[in-house]
């Protein structure tokens, strides 16, 4: 299994990036991917998720500015981020669980991408 995370880089405050997720090496219909970030000197958190069936989640710090959606023809999550803020900087990672409830959350990943850098700075 493969995860390749990609689309990070440096963006302004107010700017938008759009990260994807592409995997390899499982059925990728069957999957629950989820997107987290590190920052430096911060633990690991999770940002938002989507379920095989669709159901989303996110984190309340990026309510109504990220939005994650999948393309399972593509083998592809996405990862929409709008009005990024300075504290949006950080290492994103996708992951990747088998979905067994068609939900999703922060729970045990067993598959995880490298990661790709957000820098939002003026």
């Known amino acids: 299994v493969q995860l390749q995370a990609y689309g990070g880089g440096l963006v302004q405050p107010g700017g938008f990036l759009r990260l994807s997720c592409a995997a390899s090496?499982?059925?990728?219909?069957?999957?629950?991917i989820g997107w987290f970030r590190q920052a430096p000197g911060k633990e690991r958190e999770g940002v938002s998720c989507?379920?095989?069936?669709?159901?989303?989640s996110s984190a309340d710090s990026v309510k109504g500015r990220f939005t994650i959606s999948r393309d399972n023809a593509k083998n592809t999550v996405y990862l929409q981020m709008n009005s990024l803020k300075p504290e949006d900087t950080a290492v994103y990672y996708c992951?990747?669980?088998?979905?067994?409830?068609?939900?999703?959350?922060?729970?045990?990943?067993?598959?995880w991408g490298q990661g790709t850098l957000v820098t939002v700075s003026s």
């Open positions: 989507i379920s095989s069936v669709g159901r989303t």
């Open positions: 992951a990747a669980v088998y979905d067994y409830s068609g939900g999703c959350g922060w729970g045990e990943y067993g598959y």
């Open positions: 090496g499982l059925s990728f219909g069957d999957y629950t």
